[in-house]
């Protein structure tokens, strides 16, 4: 097993998902863990990332998007592919990294499958993430990507159910503060269900293969 495919294996066998660099704290412990990884060339299907045994599935929970709109987790996310990455804008370093690799992998897509995905970022800095700052923020990356926020019992409850930790904020000396939270993306199926994980540092080249085989299976 690739040193890539052992650390999922950890972030989810073990309920220790990583978290980026935004945050120098402990891990949170993700309330839906999920099942074992299967090894991609055990997987019938061929997917390049993580594969859950358990899927997770999209919980029943209403955010809100940048511009102030009702946003449920259910009933919006209709497309047969759709990411979701947890992160913030004042994010030092890993956020921007891979919300990069995100757009150069949907940039590369078959226009036709580009057009199945649905990306949303949802911000683990309610309180400083509005909708314009979101908006702008994601507008760096591709105008398409869809920002939601909401109360942080409600993220939370979405993030615990896809898997990913969220931490509180850890206050900095200079008297701001950064948020720690899982580096991995969720792809969700058109069935609603999570069937797989892309941690940091996934290429590009895997985000694409897979995001087109998941598309496929739609």
């Known amino acids: 097993m690739n040193p890539r495919r052992l650390l999922a294996l950890c972030l989810t066998v073990a309920c220790g998902a990583l978290l980026t660099g935004c945050s120098s704290g402990g891990m949170s412990e993700p309330g ?3 099942g074992a990884i299967i090894d991609s060339s055990a997987d019938p299907s061929g997917l390049r990332g993580a594969v859950l045994a358990q899927p997770y599935r999209i919980p029943n929970v209403t955010l809100t998007a940048t511009d102030g709109s009702a946003f449920h987790l259910v009933s919006d996310t209709t497309s047969p592919v759709t990411l979701v990455f947890f992160g913030y804008t004042n994010c030092p370093d890993v956020c921007s990294l891979v ?3 995100i757009a150069t992998a ?19 800095d309610p309180a400083r993430d509005t909708g314009p700052v979101l908006r702008s923020y994601l507008d760096h990356f591709n105008p398409d990507f869809q920002g939601l926020t909401g109360p942080m019992h409600d993220i939370r ?5 896809l898997g990913v930790p969220v931490e509180g904020i850890q206050r900095l000396p200079d008297g701001g503060y950064e948020v720690g939270h899982g580096s991995q993306i969720v792809g969700i199926d058109s069935r609603d269900e999570a069937p797989v994980v ?7 080249s895997d985000l694409e293969h897979d995001i087109t085989v998941l598309d496929q299976q739609s």
């Open 99 to 101: 919300m990069a690799d």
């Open 32 to 34: 839906n863990p999920g």
């Open 198 to 204: 892309w941690t940091e540092g996934t290429p590009v």
């Open 106 to 124: 949907v940039s590369r897509l078959d226009p036709s499958v580009a057009a199945d995905v649905q990306m949303l970022f949802i911000t683990t």
């Open 157 to 161: 409850t979405v993030a615990n159910a």
